[in-house]
């Protein structure tokens, strides 16, 4: 991606998260000073250690619900990529108040650390949850639905906040409605783990993934690297109309989760060809899940010259050759 950004001074909250230290990595590959706020409740110190000693690199251990925390962060940086969340719609249907402080409040006290202390822009990830029940396809960013769990609740009202903010303060905003996305140092093991990474851990172990429901529910699955070059885009944009928008960060394909298996047994078995024997079993299906997602892209493709360069078929080699060196 041939896009000039060097030189300047980012925060990245939640940046020793998955998305987080992948942006920072790619942040300090082009040169910029990276500041990494987090509490480490999810993020994990192993992923920011191969660049935690670099001279452009400076971790603040605070707390995104802590103003104070919030303002030293954001303390002369030029821009704030904020992922710095509690995922999840499981977790956030068995605890929505822990959900809602972080997601919420958390992000609150950030657009306003960030409007005091002049940060020129302030990207932040949003989330397809945010579509609801609507059941139109391909989903467009102006038609969304009522939320389906607390999470969607929190994402969707981070993006009437930042609007706010944008209109009242001149604070500009970009939202990023990530889709399911996956990719290295995506966590295989917790207890919320996204489906991908812990379909790849239970394979390479030889034990059978369970899909909630009969597999037939679809997804835009989206590699880590299309997720990066969004965020490239949204912060070097010079096209005014393009500021103070949402856009759908994706691959553009629904896929749904019976193919997904099917993919992951194929290229897992270039490692063990045992794999291939290893059987699927159904469950029950999953509160709070919207049966079928799938992103229009083109706005980001017309305001931010987004094109997605990784498939899911591409992204999950890519990802299944991380975890198979690093787990």
């Not at 034990?207 to 070059?229: A, H, K, L, M």
């Not at 047994?265 to 299906?285: A, C, M, Q």
């Amino acid at each position: 991606m041939e896009v000039e950004l060097s030189k300047k001074k980012i925060l990245v909250t939640g940046g020793a998260g998955f998305i987080g230290s992948n942006l920072s990595e790619e942040l300090l590959n082009r040169e910029n000073f990276v500041v990494c706020l987090d509490n480490f409740s999810t993020g994990k110190r192993e992923n920011i250690s191969s660049f935690i000693d670099n001279p452009n690199y400076k971790l603040i251990e605070g707390d995104i619900r802590n103003l104070d925390d919030c303002f030293l962060a954001t303390k002369d940086v030029d821009y704030v990529l904020h992922q710095a969340a509690l995922g999840s719609v499981p977790r956030s249907i068995k605890d929505p108040i822990t959900t809602n402080d972080v997601n919420v409040s958390g992000f609150l006290n950030m657009l306003v650390a960030a409007r005091d202390n002049n940060v020129k822009r302030f990207i932040y990830a949003a989330s397809s949850s945010t579509y609801g029940d609507s059941e139109s396809l391909p989903k467009v960013e102006d038609v969304i639905g009522k939320p389906l769990s607390p999470y969607a609740v929190t994402k969707y009202v981070n993006e009437l906040y930042a609007d706010v903010f944008s209109k009242t303060y001149g604070l500009e905003t970009i939202g990023l409605r990530y889709f399911n996305v996956f990719g290295r140092r995506q966590d295989a093991n917790g207890a919320y783990s996204a489906v991908i990474p812990k379909f790849i851990n239970l394979l390479m172990k030889g034990e059978c993934p369970v899909i909630n429901g009969d597999g037939s529910y679809s997804r835009d699955f989206t590699y880590i690297d299309n997720v990066i070059q969004a965020n490239i885009l949204s912060l070097v944009s010079q096209n005014k109309e393009s500021i103070n928008q949402v856009y759908n960060v994706a691959f553009g394909e629904r896929n749904t989760l019976n193919d997904l298996v099917g993919y992951l047994k194929e290229y897992l078995s270039d490692f063990d060809t045992n794999i291939l024997k290893v059987k699927v079993k159904y469950g029950g299906k999953r509160e709070g899940d919207i049966p079928h997602s799938h992103a229009d892209i083109q706005k980001a493709k017309d305001s931010l010259n987004y094109n997605p360069a990784f498939s899911l078929q591409e992204g999950l080699r890519k990802s299944i050759k991380w975890y198979w060196e690093n787990i």
